[in-house]
């Protein structure tokens, strides 16, 4: 199988602290790829760095050609986008304009000729639609979530990077993003997906890297880490199955 992303011997540093330890991990083309880990095990730091945001050592690949060397804005004209943790969607901005600057990565047309990026949007989350001239910061964290995974998507990703899609969301929010999520992998979307929700995060990923204190502890496909006593352990403290942190309001 074709690995569309890799990652390999990766480290980062916050000054003179460790945080991630040379960490290895690929996601296949078409496949979506977990890392999991509870808060602080260095997963929305590996992103960063993967997305340029973050100083790192070591090799990140994409589809064979090396990227840990790009700017930010030129890894996401390769094909590559973040969806951040906390959304960070632009607040000031209306939804329409949140979802054409999503499109501004692939040339100042596409920002303009949006419609049907737009289009397929609104048919992910049709909650959208009525709200496309409400400004961002106006809507509920829910309605946020499902417009940052948008604006995303307007870049035409090949490899869509997920940084805590759930955190801080109710719970009928959190299934709605993640049944987006399954739509996208039924599509054939390559997922990278940053979780500390393990039970959502098992039922939707291929395979998984489970993460603590910036290193790799464990790895497997989703049955073989819900049956893992060493994930329960180190990651869950408990039942996988039962294991989801107690949500907030949307």
Do not use: C
Not at 1 to 18: K, Q, S, W
Not at 207 to 221: M, S
Not at 227 to 234: D, F, L, T
């Amino acid at each position: 199988m074709t690995a569309l992303l890799e990652v390999d011997d990766l480290h980062v540093r916050y000054g003179r602290i460790p945080v991630v330890h040379g960490i290895s991990f690929t996601v296949p083309e078409g496949r979506v790829v977990g890392l999991l880990g509870a808060n602080g095990a260095g997963k929305s730091t590996t992103m960063r760095a993967i997305m340029g945001q973050r100083s790192a050592t070591g090799r990140v690949r994409f589809d064979g050609t090396p990227i840990d060397s790009l700017a930010p804005h030129k890894i996401v004209a390769r094909g590559i986008a973040l969806v951040p943790e906390g959304r960070l969607v632009f607040k000031t901005l209306t939804v329409e304009k949140n979802l054409r600057m999503g499109a501004y990565a692939l040339g100042r047309t596409a920002f303009w000729q949006a419609e049907a990026g737009i289009d397929e949007v609104l048919t992910l989350f049709p909650e959208l639609k009525p709200l496309l001239r409400r400004e961002a910061g106006e809507l509920s964290g829910g309605l946020q979530q499902m417009l940052a995974l948008g604006r995303a998507l307007m870049a035409r990703p090949r490899l869509l990077v997920l940084d805590e899609p759930s955190l801080g969301l109710a719970p009928l929010v959190i299934e709605r993003i993640y049944e987006a999520v399954l739509l996208l992998k039924s599509r054939g979307t390559s997922i990278l997906l940053a979780e500390q929700n393990a039970r959502l995060a098992l039922r939707s990923v291929d395979y998984a890297y489970v993460l603590q204190t910036g290193q790799i502890v464990e790895q497997g496909d989703s049955e073989f880490l819900r049956s893992s006593s060493r994930v329960e352990e180190i990651y869950l403290g408990g039942d996988v199955e039962s294991s989801t942190p107690s949500p907030t309001a949307s």
